[in-house]
């Protein structure tokens, strides 16, 4: 079993920036891939950005260029620095985590998700 933690979201002004942090415990050894996923309101939940052994990192089109996945193994997290945010970048946050190399369907794990709010 795995227990994911997400932190950073809040508010932020148009052009900004957040860095989220996600917290990994349990079986952490199992983790062969991460992900960070959002869902905006009336939206179902969609990709943001993935890392896993086999595929190695897949990010959205609308975020390519201004975000980053990034892991540490050291401290079990999975961050997501996001640069020159935009309103349509207003979601809910979600951390993914699960065994396999590579994702088909869902992921196993999820965190409980942190807000993000782009708005001036």
């Known amino acids: 079993q795995v227990h994911l933690v997400e932190s950073g979201g809040g508010l932020v002004q148009p052009g900004g920036s957040l860095r989220l942090s996600c917290a990994a415990s349990?079986?952490?050894?199992?983790?062969?891939?991460l992900g960070w996923y959002r869902q905006a309101p009336g939206k179902q939940r969609e990709l943001v950005a993935t890392?896993?052994?086999?595929?190695?990192?897949n990010y959205a089109d609308s975020v390519k260029g201004r975000f980053t996945i990034s892991r540490d193994n050291a401290k079990n997290t999975v961050d997501l620095q996001m640069n020159s945010l935009k309103a349509e970048d207003t979601a809910v946050y979600y951390c993914?985590?699960?065994?396999?190399?590579?994702?088909?369907?869902?992921?196993?794990?999820w965190g409980q998700g942190t807000r993000v709010t782009v708005s001036s």
């Open positions: 993914a985590a699960d065994g396999r190399t590579a994702i088909t369907g869902d992921f196993e794990y």
């Open positions: 349990g079986s952490i050894r199992a983790i062969e891939s």
């Open positions: 890392f896993s052994r086999d595929v190695g990192t």
